[in-house]
């Protein structure tokens, strides 16, 4: 992987993945340019926990996707941008969707444009395993068809569809990764496994959770990534869409016992109906193909399996422990 000395920025830096993804940039001798969204306060979100020597080497820049103008200017004398910023919560994406039309449609575009005229060598952009719906076969490959089962999903399978045009349309060097739920350190609690280990750790004999029955493909963060940081050179991948999943498929319920399992405690479950998806809107199944990653990408999970799962899941309880961020979060609250 040949990225020392590489000018990145990462969009969405200041975000779950992307403080990730800018952390391991800099380990991997990057120049990193972080693209946050502007707050008053100055903050910058998750890259504010990392190490004092690690955000030393970090250009920070405050914007907003939704100005293209700031994102160009972000872009200027770049050579890889990481394309992370997105509003990802599906839920509130019922409440407000034309924000997630601005923001990871359009947003998306002024990236896209940004990459053309400032021809920079390659973009990696970020799509999601929502884009699919429920699964008509598994493991699924990239030529699943694709169904927007919520608002947040239609605008992400419009962001893929505006990266593959600018591909065959301006040769724009586009690369799109698909992450199957990510999950790991830093997540918040609008994701399902923090709801679970922040319940378990808070004490509670009873987890609250939406629907049970839904399987997902589960990959840690360190495992996405390494797929985004193999995906900067991968000869073969410009203009290819490619999952990066476990392969692995697992009921939300049994996820919930894996948990609860792991960390020795005993727990029923309970089912709240404030946190359930519209019927339709619900993805039932997921669980990635993910042969196409191996072949191009050279990219195979660390953390595959329930064994993988179960190591991550650990990992993940270990660090909100060890954060102290678990005192600050409403285990028990609803978060949209």
Request: proline share 4%.
């Amino acid at each position: 992987m040949r990225l020392t000395g590489k000018r990145a920025v990462v969009t969405g830096a200041c975000g779950f993945i992307g403080s990730h993804l800018t952390e391991r940039l800099v380990r991997a001798g990057a120049e990193v340019t972080a693209f946050v969204m502007y707050q008053p306060t100055g903050a910058a979100g998750w890259l504010d926990t990392l190490p004092e020597e690690t955000r030393r080497q970090i250009r920070i820049i405050a914007g907003d996707i939704r100005d293209a103008a700031a994102v160009r200017r972000a872009l200027a004398g770049q050579q890889l941008v990481f394309h992370l910023a997105a509003l990802i919560g599906i839920p509130y994406s019922y409440q407000a969707p034309e924000s997630y039309v601005d923001t990871n449609v359009k947003g998306t575009l002024h990236v896209l444009q940004a990459v053309q005229e400032l021809e920079l060598e390659r973009m990696i952009h970020t799509s999601t395993s929502e884009v699919y719906g429920s699964a008509r076969y598994v493991p699924m490959s990239e030529s699943h068809p694709l169904q927007g089962q919520s608002p947040y999903a239609a605008t992400k399978i419009g962001a893929d569809q505006l990266a593959n045009a600018f591909y065959h349309s301006f040769r724009t060097p586009v690369v799109t990764l698909r992450p199957f739920n990510t999950y790991g350190p830093r997540q918040s609690l609008r994701a399902v496994l923090p709801t679970i280990l922040s319940q378990l750790g808070s004490g509670s004999s009873v987890l609250r959770l939406g629907a049970l029955h839904p399987t997902r493909d589960f990959t840690y963060v360190q495992d996405t990534v390494s797929g985004f940081l193999a995906a900067a050179d991968a000869p073969d991948a410009l203009g290819e869409t490619i999952n990066l999943g476990s392969g692995f498929e697992i009921s939300i319920g049994e996820a919930a016992e894996l948990a609860a399992d792991a960390l020795g405690v005993a727990v029923s479950i309970d089912t709240e109906d404030r946190r359930l998806r519209p019927e339709s809107s619900e993805v039932t199944r997921l669980c990635a193909d993910n042969s196409k990653a191996q072949r191009l990408l050279r990219w195979t999970p660390d953390y595959g399996g329930r064994d993988g799962l179960r190591r991550g899941l650990l990992e993940t309880a270990a660090w909100l422990r060890s954060s102290g961020i678990l005192q600050s979060y409403a285990s028990r609250s609803y978060h949209l």
